[in-house]
C-alpha cells in the first residue's frame, strides 16, 4: 500500500485529495466519522425541505455534497479495510 492512497471523487487526472494510510486508526475513524455525520445532517435537511418552497438547485447541492462526503468516509474506511487484509 503506497503512503498516500488518492481518494475516489478526485476529477479524473487529479489527485489532489489523498488519504494518508499510515495514519492512526483513530484518527482515520475520527475522519471517517465527521463525514458520515455532516453527510447525514445534510440529508436531514434534505428531508425538512419543502419542495415549492426552495430552489431546486438547493436540492440538487445537498445531494451532491452528501455524496462526497460519503464517498470519502466510504475511502477513508477503506484504509482500514486494507490495512486488515
Excluded: W
Aim: hydrophobic share 40%; net charge negative; charged share 15%.
Amino acid at each position: 500500500m503506497t503512503h498516500y492512497l488518492p481518494q475516489t471523487d478526485n476529477p479524473v487526472g487529479s489527485n489532489v485529495l489523498l488519504i494518508d494510510t499510515r495514519a492512526s486508526v483513530a484518527d482515520l475513524l475520527a475522519c471517517a466519522e465527521q463525514r458520515f455525520q455532516a453527510a447525514k445532517n445534510l440529508l436531514r435537511c434534505l428531508s425538512l425541505m419543502s419542495g415549492h418552497s426552495h430552489d431546486p438547485h438547493d436540492m440538487s447541492a445537498v445531494c451532491e455534497a452528501s455524496s462526497l462526503l460519503l464517498q470519502q468516509g466510504c475511502d477513508v474506511l477503506g484504509v482500514l479495510a486494507l490495512r486488515e487484509g
